[in-house]
């Protein structure tokens, strides 16, 4: 019997042993993976974690350059814009000549707030790859946080201040209490209708930002180089000259002859006037002394 005792009790030390090394294993193994939740936990506390208020902000910017051919500049500006934010605007395109074929333009963009960036660096590098020269670039950003939030707060309040008026009116009975009531939802119509316009104005601006540029035509094409001295040029200006005496000479001509009808007797009637004052004028008068000698006859 003992040879039998002492094999069972090895036995049953030996599945002791073993549950308990299962055990520890099993411990070991949990105390593992709790690390490898943690950045999971974290991910989704920084996910949880309140974000920073949004910012609204109008941004413009005023880029001037130099191009040899402004007209070919200003095509491919507003060709490239307008593929690039199909929903941008042209505002405002003006051509002003400064010489033969030569011409200063501006133009103005309404983009979109989201493109902004894009579209301000490809306006900084276009001058250099084509030739060009950057003059200036003058970039403006307004924060207008502080007053888009104060604007949907008050609109809000407006809101429910109507919905509550509303309700009021509805169960009104005195006269006085439904006058009264109606005026102030007229008041509060009234602010909610202005705060809207100018909530939608700055939706607009916080949305679209304006893009204003400035082509020149380059100083060496401006100031072309002193021409050399050519006979033939000036034998050319000469007849030219020539050419517009005469026309003005023949043009002359003609209308005297066309209006001789009025001028040849007129110029008679002035000659005529002229000749008989000349010849009345002209006549002596009788001596007053002979006329007082003078005898009558009837005395000889």
């Known amino acids: 019997r003992r040879p ?10 030996a599945v002791v042993v073993v549950a ?27 996910s949880v974690a309140p974000h920073s208020p949004q910012q609204y902000l109008i941004k413009s910017l005023n880029i001037t350059m130099e ?25 405002n395109i003006n051509y002003q000549q400064v010489g033969d074929n030569l011409y200063n333009i501006s133009l103005s963009f309404s983009v979109q707030a989201t493109l902004y960036p894009r ?53 009104a009975t005195a006269l006085g209490d439904i006058l009264a009531i109606d005026q102030r939802l007229t008041d509060v119509e009234g602010q909610i209708e202005q705060i809207e316009a100018h909530l939608n104005q700055l939706n607009g601006q916080v949305s679209f930002y304006t893009i204003a540029i400035s082509l020149q035509p380059s100083q060496a094409v401006l100031t072309p180089p002193a021409a050399a001295w050519n006979p033939g040029k000036i034998w050319q200006d000469a007849v030219g000259a020539a050419g517009a005496f005469a026309q003005v000479l023949i043009t002359m001509i ?47």
């Not at 039998?4 to 030390?13: E, H, I, Q, R």
């Not at 520890?24 to 490898?36: L, N």
Request: charged letters at 15%; glycine letters at 4%.
């Open 4 to 13: 039998v005792l002492f094999v069972v009790s090895l036995a049953l030390m």
């Open 254 to 300: 003609i209308w005297l002859a066309v209006f001789s009808v009025y001028i040849i007797p007129l110029v008679l009637i002035v000659w005529f006037v002229l000749r008989w004052r000349r010849l009345h004028t002209g006549r002596p008068l009788p001596y007053a002394a002979d006329i007082h000698h003078q005898r009558p006859l009837s005395e000889e």
């Open 67 to 91: 191009a040899k051919d402004t007209q070919r500049a200003a095509s491919d500006l507003q060709a490239w814009i307008s593929t690039t934010d199909p929903l941008s605007t042209a505002e």
């Open 20 to 46: 308990c090394a299962g055990g520890s294993t099993t411990t070991s193994s949990g105390s593992v993976a709790e690390p490898m939740n943690a950045p999971s936990n974290a991910n989704q506390q920084k």
């Open 119 to 171: 579209i301000e660096s490809y306006l900084n590098s276009y001058p250099a790859q084509h030739n060009g020269r950057l003059i200036s670039t003058t970039k403006s950003t307004q924060d207008v946080s502080g007053d888009y939030v104060d604007t949907q707060s008050r609109l809000k309040n407006l809101r429910g201040e109507q919905t509550r008026l509303l309700t009021l009116l509805g169960h």
